[in-house]
């Protein structure tokens, strides 16, 4: 068998974006990490009383709005937002200017292991209380996991390959890989790539409180 060429295109880090526990930008972020400084801390995205545990890594101080129009932060799931704003960050700092001429040749690929679990929480309660009519139009377009990369394509104008990977607990880490080997192996010139969560969420009371009642009999086919 003959040996394949392996492609060598070289890759490199360009400009990096950061919403985290520890900051909202990566200066903030690097300086805490250096402080030794913890991002756990008690909830405050709801009130955690009826919850055994109280804290968690919290984004804490976060305002979309500060990224992206009032209108667009509302048609996406917090995780969304957070990725939206971690990638115009990185675009920022890497000095790339997207544009018709290369806007094609960027790929997206933003790994979340289970995505808009918030909107689902939410759309979930409004189901059971108020009736399958009252559930957003929106509810898949913002639950999806693959919606940070369209998001953040969306909002910067890219129209490359976009990739979501799921993998658990590595599903940022994947993403990263994933652009690696694109950009190494000619299929995209420039890539975006990380990963997304927000899974703070509070349990549905609705649930706890909807009494289970076996139906009496089954209804017309």
């Not at 509070?202 to 409180?209: K, V």
Request: some cysteine.
């Amino acid at each position: 068998m003959g040996v394949k060429n392996e492609p060598k295109n070289r890759v490199v880090v360009t400009g990096m974006g950061i919403v985290c526990p520890l900051g909202l930008d990566v200066t903030t972020t690097w300086e805490g990490l250096i402080a030794g400084k913890s991002g756990i801390d008690y909830i405050t995205l709801f009130d955690p009383e009826s919850c055994k545990t109280k804290f968690a890594g919290e984004v804490k101080g976060f305002e979309p709005t500060n990224y992206v129009s009032r209108k667009e932060a509302r048609h996406m799931d917090r995780f969304a937002q957070l990725a939206v704003a971690a990638s115009l960050q990185a675009v920022e700092h890497s000095g790339i200017q997207i544009n018709s001429a290369n806007q094609d040749s960027i790929a997206v690929v933003i790994g979340s292991g289970i995505g808009g679990l918030t909107t689902l929480f939410e759309q979930a309660k409004i189901l059971i209380e108020k009736g399958p009519d009252r559930v957003s139009p929106f509810l898949a377009p913002m639950m999806i996991s693959d919606m940070a990369a369209a998001q953040a394509s969306i909002v910067l104008g890219i129209k490359g390959l976009n990739l979501c990977t799921t993998s658990a607990c590595s599903s940022g880490s994947d993403a990263i890989g994933v652009a690696y080997e694109l950009i190494k192996q000619g299929g995209a010139q420039i890539a975006l790539a990380g990963g997304s969560e927000a899974i703070i969420n509070q349990r549905p009371q609705c649930y706890l409180n909807q009494k289970r009642r076996a139906p009496t009999s089954l209804p017309p086919l």
